[in-house]
């Protein structure tokens, strides 16, 4: 009999299908979105409509006022709410403890999560850009309550589109964006544990990541010998946290797979794993530099001590892999060839400048001297012959400045000197015809 399941247990585990549906098992409540004005979850597989809250246009402690759901989660719900003592009456995010878990066990670890993280909130989001500050934390007719920062934004959802493949210099920004935000959390000690793209706002004031939902967060001098409760996203959560024993590095396995789903245009559930090794095959479903590849390929190893142990670790492999990163080379050299093609034209340009400075000079010295010899009060014979030789020789020597070069290298000289020449011979031919004529 124990043979037998043994024996299913280890078939199960050849199959991805039927390990992906036990891990989905993990995750017991997922807000799914909708078009409509409802909300829909899912609950243990079942799906159900929320209606309306109740606390729509509830004002809280005389100056939050709830405006609309945005969402439901296993503790509680997160409303859009405004701030009616600031000038402008500003958006906040509410989040309203609420627990949906009927098992009374439940509830003490839920609100031990929900302290925690207004608690990390204060600590981190006011000493960083991209992380929301915390504004207040209470409790109100037996109810608590966190404020925080609203991030007007978009999550990397609408970015990183199932069935569309971003470039490699896309994907190189992305990961170093949230890689710098989560060197500052672990400084701190502090797991995240649901890095995924929903999480990941890009805001439009100056297009930054912000990181947000940090209901998950674990201290890292709150790990113990034992198991923890079980918390994350399948497909960007790695073995160790599903097994209840997060590390820093179970983060960098979930911000490894964003940068992989970003690069292939698949889904997490969607990747293969090498039956032998647990690792998941990628490279032949992207376009990818060797160096990238083996960043991202150390950031979701199957054994948390194969990856990066740290933000900063990782960090500092993908800024080494991005300065001998292909694409980064061949940009900077169509720069470079783009530069050479418009160098002719941009001599051109100079060339016809100076020309037309040049004639429009000359245009007025013939003016002047037209009407100088005209005037009904001439001067001596004597006279008009200086005058007219000392215009001569300015027209010589303005003439003569043309031909000074524009460029060092044998490719401008050339196209100054055909153009200078030409330039030089017309003009001066135009300026004799005139005097003599004159």
Not at 275 to 299: C, F, Y
Not at 303 to 322: F, G, I, K, N, P
Not at 408 to 417: M, Q
């Amino acid at each position: 009999m124990v043979s037998n399941i043994a024996g299913r247990i280890r078939q199960m585990r050849r199959y991805p299908l039927i390990k992906q549906t036990l891990q989905n098992g993990l995750d017991t409540i997922k807000v799914l979105r909708s078009k409509g004005s409802s909300n829909t979850q899912l609950l243990s597989g079942r799906i159900r409509h929320t209606t309306q809250s109740p606390l729509i246009k509830t004002i809280l402690r005389n100056r939050f006022e709830i405006v609309k759901l945005l969402g439901s989660g296993g503790s509680g719900d997160t409303y859009l709410a405004l701030d009616l003592d600031l000038p402008g009456q500003p958006y906040c995010v509410v989040k309203h403890f609420q627990p949906k878990d009927s098992n009374p066990d439940a509830v003490p670890i839920a609100q031990n999560l929900f302290a925690r993280e207004a608690e990390v909130l204060y600590q981190l989001g006011n000493n960083h850009d991209q992380i929301p500050r915390l504004f207040a934390h209470f409790d109100e007719n037996e109810n608590f309550y966190l404020v925080q920062e609203f991030i007007d934004g978009h999550d990397l959802t609408e970015e990183i589109v199932a069935g569309q493949r971003l470039s490699e210099n896309t994907v190189f920004n992305l990961l170093k964006q949230i890689l710098e935000i989560l060197v500052f959390v672990h400084q701190h000690k502090i797991i995240h544990r649901d890095i995924k793209p929903q999480n990941l706002m890009r805001r439009h004031s100056d297009g930054k990541i912000v990181l947000i939902d940090f209901g998950s967060i674990k201290k890292m001098s709150a790990l113990g010998s034992g198991t923890t409760i079980i918390i994350g996203t399948p497909g960007y959560m790695p073995s160790e946290q599903a097994k209840g024993k997060p590390r820093l590095c179970s983060d960098i396995y979930a911000v490894g797979m964003i940068g992989i789903q970003a690069l292939t245009g698949l889904m997490p559930n969607q990747l293969q794993e090498d039956p032998n090794t647990g690792e998941i095959i990628w490279r032949n479903k992207a376009r990818v530099s060797q160096s990238l590849a083996d960043v991202l390929d150390t950031m979701v190893r199957d054994r948390h001590s194969q990856r990066y142990h740290s933000a900063a670790e990782a960090l500092e492999a993908l800024t080494s892999a991005q300065a001998v990163s292909p694409s980064s080379q061949s940009a900077d050299k169509d720069t470079n060839i783009d530069d050479d093609y418009l160098l002719p034209y941009k001599n051109f340009l100079l060339l016809l400048g100076i020309g037309l400075g040049t004639i429009t000079s000359l245009v007025l010295i013939v003016l002047i001297y037209t009407l100088l010899f005209t005037s009904t009060s001439l001067p001596t014979n004597s006279t008009q012959l200086k005058f007219k030789r000392l215009i001569e020789k300015f027209v010589d020597l303005t003439l003569v400045q043309v031909d000074i070069p524009i460029g060092k290298s044998a490719t401008n000289r050339g196209v100054c000197e055909s153009n200078c020449a030409i330039a030089k011979n017309t003009n001066r031919q135009i300026t004799y015809r005139n005097i003599i004529k004159n």
